[in-house]
């Protein structure tokens, strides 16, 4: 209207012109007056004179009242009473930026704030916030933006929208979401300032440039302890607030900004629908799973976590490793050993069966993966072994068999419970040959540390450890090296095999009489096995369990006797030496 002309015409032909220049000057300069009142544009040009106005007298540090009032007499539809307040408060807000810390810029900051959050839905938000860092008021402008929020969506459509999946043909709920967003970022921005700051290294100090006392800090750079505080104290602030859509917002920044840890530490009712939600609405990734197990574990619900670990295990996903699947599983039956009750509890117990059950699997295919990787052939099929949890016949059939892979079928046969005794002997008489032809110098130390470590493995079951067909074949290569006796009894000692069990499978070798010796060119080369496994207990009957001990040594002087008596029969330089170490052995037995 024309009344409105007079308080803004000298500020118009002044200040706006001294501004930089831009679309909205010009427009103001080629407008006239009657386009100005009566267009949707002018009345917009118009708006931003009378917030000119407004700001010039901001800027110089006076008080807004008497403008405020002069504008609301003459121009109430360009200048509302909201606009009025919001005039108020940045006032209050600018003056209180420049006193020092105490109870009158606490107290201006408050005043600022009350009429803040009456008219919170007709704010610019970006513009308060500022001017409330500048106060260092940080708490405050989480209380500003949750009242802006509640403001712009007085109807609760934004938490109906989120609840119904986000549904994008509610356009009022959208809109309403968007406008809660836009309110809530300011939180997280001064959020992500504050925690940035705080762990900022300490500045180093400058050289002065004049001389006298050090000029005071910035009030722009925030002592990075203080930071920390505050960054605190907004975290806390947001985590008692009742929105759960700032709840949201948060959870969602603190993931996107690796704040991990500070998520699986808090303490809220929404957490766990959020993170549900997450896995829902992305099921294609692990992050959001990796999440929820994590703060199931960190909540002691250690059931829950444990089923999700296995899902993540058994999910197809190239992104996942064989190796990660098995420490998924691992993870499980840890969580579920750690739940109240344990195993003692029937679903858990239930659960933990299954577990260590998937967990012999999956490091059968672990010990398959590892055999195949260095064959070309099976370049092409490796990923088969990484992106998925295989079931055993699927193992044996797509990958032992095909590449004849000999230690696998073994560890196979044993996970199954399978002990087919033919097929094991087989697989035995493979494992030492295929051991013996890939060696080139050391044969016997080869198969001796090969045997060490699948005999510690199998030697504890005789359906998967045929002792007497392995010491026959160890022996027939040890015989065709020209090994030193002794050497294949030390190594089967070591993987668990007692002294009394291993004289009882010598004894019986050497008894058959296998013409495979002379054949080899020693027909006394068990004997001076024999010989060295008698001299191991007659130099440390310790060896063999006080409980076994008496009736083991009559056995040993029946042996050596039955020795003696074999060889007091072929007299050679050879069965002399034996005999005087027999003798010896004899002698000793007898002392004990």
Known sequence: PPSCWPPLRPSWTGRWRTGPPGPSSYMVESTDWCTLVVSPNGRDIASNLVQCLVQTYLADNASTDPISNRLRQLCPGLYRQEDALSSKAHELLLAAAKQSKGGERDKMVGEAVSIAVQIAGHLQLGVLVSHLASCQAYPRVVEVCLAAATKRDPSQLAMHYYNSGENSEDSAGLSAFLARADCYKHCTAMLHTLLQAGSAPPASPSVPTSPGPPPPPSPAI??????????????????????????????????????????????????????????????????????????????????????????????????????????????????????????????????????????????????????????????????????????????????????????????????????????????????????????TLNKVLVLSNKMEILGKQYATSSKYFPLELIVRQLEVVSCRERGEAGWVPSCLQTTGVSLPRLLDVYNRLYTTKDSIWLTLGDSLHILKVLCSLLQLFATDPSLVSAGERRQFMVVCQDAVSTYLGELYQKQTQETSGLVARFRDIQARLDRM
């Open 222 to 439: 925030l002592p990075p302890d203080q930071a920390t505080i505050w960054a605190e104290q907004v975290f806390q602030l947001i985590l008692s607030s009742s929105d759960q859509l700032l709840h949201v917002t948060l959870y969602q920044w603190l993931i996107e900004n690796k704040y991990i840890d500070k998520l699986l530490n808090i303490k809220s009712p929404h957490i766990e629908d959020f993170l549900k939600r997450g896995t829902v609405q992305h099921p294609e990734t692990l992050a959001m799973f990796d999440l929820l197990w994590k703060y199931y574990e960190k909540t002691s619900q250690y059931v829950p976590a444990a089923r999700i670990l296995a899902k993540l295990a058994d999910r197809h996903s190239t992104e996942l490793s064989l190796a990660g699947r098995v420490q998924y599983l691992s993870r499980a039956i840890m969580c579920v050993k750690s739940s109240e009750g344990g195993s003692a509890n029937r679903a858990a117990g239930e659960l933990l069966h299954h577990l260590e059950e998937k967990m012999e699997v999956a490091r059968v295919q672990l010990q398959v993966l590892e055999a195949v990787s260095g064959k070309p052939e099976a370049d092409g099929q490796v990923g088969r072994l990484n992106s998925d949890l295989l079931d055993i016949t699927t193992l044996y059939q797509d990958w032992a068999e095909p590449y004849q892979l000999w230690e696998c079928k073994l560890a196979i046969l044993q996970c199954a419970g399978h002990p087919d005794q033919p097929l094991v002997n087989t697989i035995w008489t493979n494992i030492i040959d295929q051991q013996e032809n890939s060696a």
